[in-house]
């Protein structure tokens, strides 16, 4: 199997950082093949413009999807964004690995969703279940300083950890991907932060290594979230009616 990792996050020392590095091990020993996509390293450029098409659509205003299909039909995208389609084509699994910034991915993996996602790898019909990446599988693996308990509809972690991710999962199932449920790793602080000992602290995230670990050499068991697909719905996207 070929794994990529797209790692979001600015310091290579965070428990993110190690959360990629525990991955790449435990695929590896597997006979896997792991590619990292280093968002923050490799100085991914997360904002759209129309500095990044040379050769332009539309002069007078910039209108990002038709630059963006232009240059996928010509091969003139940008060079960053090209690697990053590659990666995802070479890809059986994708798993994002970001903490979540004000109950959302960061800045910068909403960018790369904006810029690498082009007009041109989805049109009218092929999104959703027929999307372009059908076939391969993706989640998001996300941490928190929140403690688990309260990740819950009306709870202080903002809901559910799968209502919160829903906008980011239905973009991956929008590509095609089968989109397997989010793995939420909690209560990963600052140590002068937290409100553990010091030694129930580095128990605590002895554990959740060890629970990631465990969910990674698992993941083939792991079913995929339930998203409708064009056989679902009816003239006006709608769900029909049974």
């Known amino acids: 199997m070929k794994v990529l990792i797209v790692y979001c996050h600015p310091e ?10 525990v991955a790449i091990d435990i ?37 990002p999807l038709s630059e963006q299909r232009s240059a996928y039909e010509k091969n003139t995208l940008p060079d960053d964004v090209q690697r990053e389609i590659k990666r995802l084509e070479n890809a059986d699994l994708v798993i994002f690995q970001f903490p ?18 082009v007009s041109g790898l989805y049109t009218s019909r092929m999104r959703y279940d027929e999307g372009y990446f059908r ?5 998001c693996s996300v941490t928190s300083g929140a403690p688990k308990s309260t990740f819950t509809e009306n709870g202080r972690g903002g809901g559910e950890i799968e209502t919160l991710l829903r906008s980011i999962n239905f973009s ?50 792991v079913k ?15 769900e029909k009616k049974a």
């Open 12 to 21: 290579a020392g965070s428990f993110n950082g190690t959360l990629k590095d």
């Open 27 to 63: 695929f590896e020993s597997l006979g896997d093949s792991v590619e990292v996509s280093d968002l923050y390293g490799e100085g991914f450029e997360p904002v759209e413009k129309a500095e990044h098409y040379k050769e332009r659509v539309q002069t007078d205003r910039f209108d």
């Open 100 to 117: 979540l910034w004000w109950h959302q991915q960061p800045a910068m993996l909403k960018g790369w969703f904006d810029r690498v996602f």
């Open 135 to 139: 076939g391969k599988r993706a989640f």
């Open 172 to 221: 991956l199932h929008y590509m095609g991907f089968s989109v397997l449920p989010p793995f939420l790793s909690t209560e990963i602080q600052n140590k002068g932060y937290t409100y553990m000992s010091p030694e129930q602290f580095e128990l605590h995230l002895k554990e959740s290594l060890k629970n990631w670990g465990d969910h990674l050499k698992n993941i083939d068991k």
């Open 224 to 238: 995929p979230l339930n998203f409708l697909g064009w056989g679902d719905w009816d003239e006006a996207g709608n």
